[in-house]
């Protein structure tokens, strides 16, 4: 069964700072890779997908991440956190079906 | 709001009691799946429905555990002889595709607290 792991369970940082979230996972084949966020008493939504294409993905808010396919990696990066982007942040996987596998999560908190 | 809705969102029960869930998917989602979340950990798969036929079912789900969909709408998913160790948020989402490029939406979550 495929794992994902992200590397940080806590992050604090200040407004303007850069974020960057760290995620692997073992799959060896095929695989689609999300960012979901979970902002504090909210459900989890989508910060954005990779399924195929550019291995470099823009989502909302100013997130993107990058496919390294050798390295099995997607991580999470913002140039500029606000102190609205204290959440937690999922990262997940589908490989070759419908269930996502989802890591622990990273708790990030924006310092005013 | 015309997102994934779950009722009830919070559900106390003492143990050995029955409890059931329901989620009511975005209109016209052909796909359903609960997931439970313990603290510190992200979600984990239990069961996944395409209309109204349950094709998968994680080991993580109990004899004790039952999921219907009947009409491949709403979703309900039942604990019976509810033990400590089922308290946890249990999340419901839903998905439009018959491919494997989907996209889940997810609901906001039923907590169950056991005592």
């Known amino acids: 069964a495929q794992s994902v792991s992200q590397h940080n369970h806590h992050v604090i940082l200040s407004e303007a700072a850069s974020l960057e979230l760290g995620c692997n996972y073992s799959?060896?084949?095929?695989?689609?890779l999300f960012w979901y966020v979970q902002y504090p008493g909210q459900h989890l939504q989508l910060l954005l997908k990779y399924f195929s294409g550019d291995p470099l993905v823009k989502g909302i808010k100013g997130f993107e991440a990058e496919f390294i396919k050798s390295k099995f990696s997607f991580n999470l990066r913002k140039p500029s956190v606000q102190w609205s982007d204290t959440a937690e942040y999922f990262c997940a996987v589908t490989a070759g079906d419908y269930k996502l596998s989802f890591g622990a999560g990273t708790t990030v908190t924006v310092r005013a | 709001d015309t997102g994934v809705s779950q009722d009830p969102r919070h559900k106390i029960t003492k143990r050995g009691q029955n409890v059931t869930f329901r989620c009511d998917p975005i209109s016209e989602h052909n796909r359903l799946y609960w997931y439970r979340q313990t603290l510190g950990q992200g979600p984990e798969f239990l069961t996944y429905?395409?209309?109204?036929?349950?094709?998968?079912k994680s080991r993580l789900l109990s004899d004790r555990f039952s999921a219907e969909r009947p009409k491949g709408s709403f979703s309900t998913l039942e604990i019976q002889r509810t033990e400590q160790g089922d308290s946890a948020m249990y999340l419901c989402?839903?998905?439009?595709?018959?491919?494997?490029?989907?996209?889940?939406?997810f609901g906001q979550g039923t907590r169950l607290t056991v005592v």
């Open positions: 799959y060896g084949g095929t695989v689609n």
């Open positions: 429905f395409q209309n109204e036929a349950q094709l998968e």
């Open positions: 989402a839903s998905s439009l595709g018959t491919g494997m490029n989907t996209e889940a939406f």
